[in-house]
């Protein structure tokens, strides 16, 4: 079975700090990664993708990829309450039209 | 430009009746794909369309089904309702054409089966 994991948190963190959010996922071919955010009540709204090893920047958001890890991470800096909502990770597994998606790490940021 | 457009929003229905969903992709996007998200989970693959033909399912049964349409919209269909079916249902359109292959959601559909 093809797997995304992520720690359901709830990852708590101050206004102003740096959230780390982390994924690992099982099919060693996945070549697609991506990073959604979903509020309470409302659908998933694409954040990040990344698909080559390393660092992707945008505005206060980087993913990280490692695929000999099989580890994707994103950070988010200088963190704002607004922030505060479900991460979602997704991978596009080898053969694979469709996304597989982790459970959710919960961001809290605190005022 | 209209994003992905879901109806009805909230739907109640009783064990055992049938209930089909409706999703309009975004204005460029030719291929559906319909998730189930429970509460605190993330969302399980359903099934994807391409072509007016289903391209990838996941592991729900037979009483789930779904059409596309030459306009590339798409229906849900569930029948047999179960309390277990009780769900947000996201559709999501992508362009498997264009170079960032993700996802764009719908707002959902969400269904309370009594």
């Known amino acids: 079975q093809k797997e995304v994991e992520q720690n359901s948190g709830p990852l708590s963190v101050p206004e102003g700090a740096i959230a780390s959010l982390n994924c690992t996922y099982s099919?060693?071919?996945?070549?697609?990664f991506f990073w959604y955010r979903q509020y309470s009540g409302k659908s998933p709204e694409l954040i990040m993708s990344i698909y080559s090893n390393g660092d992707k920047e945008d505005g206060r958001f980087t993913a990280q990829l490692n695929k000999a890890s099989q580890y994707v991470s994103l950070l988010i800096r200088d963190s704002q309450p607004s922030d505060s909502a479900t991460y979602l990770c997704?991978?596009?597994?080898?053969?694979?039209?469709?996304?597989?998606f982790g459970s959710g790490t919960r961001l809290q940021v605190q005022p | 430009d209209a994003g992905v457009t879901q109806s009805p929003t909230h739907l109640i229905k009783t064990r055992g009746q049938q209930v089909t969903l409706r999703c309009s992709p975004k204005s460029g996007h030719d291929t559906v794909s319909w998730y189930q998200q429970a509460l605190g989970q993330g969302p399980q693959f359903i099934f994807q369309y391409y072509e007016e033909e289903e391209r990838q399912r996941g592991n729900f049964p037979d009483r789930f089904s779904g059409h596309q349409f030459p306009n590339y919209s798409s229906e849900l269909n569930v029948n047999a309702l179960l309390l277990g079916d009780s769900a947000l249902y996201l559709c999501?359109?992508?362009?498997?054409?264009?170079?960032?292959?993700?996802?764009?959601f719908g707002s959902g559909t969400r269904l309370t089966v009594v």
């Open positions: 099919d060693r071919g996945s070549q697609s």
């Open positions: 999501a359109s992508s362009n498997p054409g264009g170079s960032d292959y993700g996802y764009t």
């Open positions: 997704a991978v596009r597994e080898t053969g694979r039209r469709a996304l597989t």
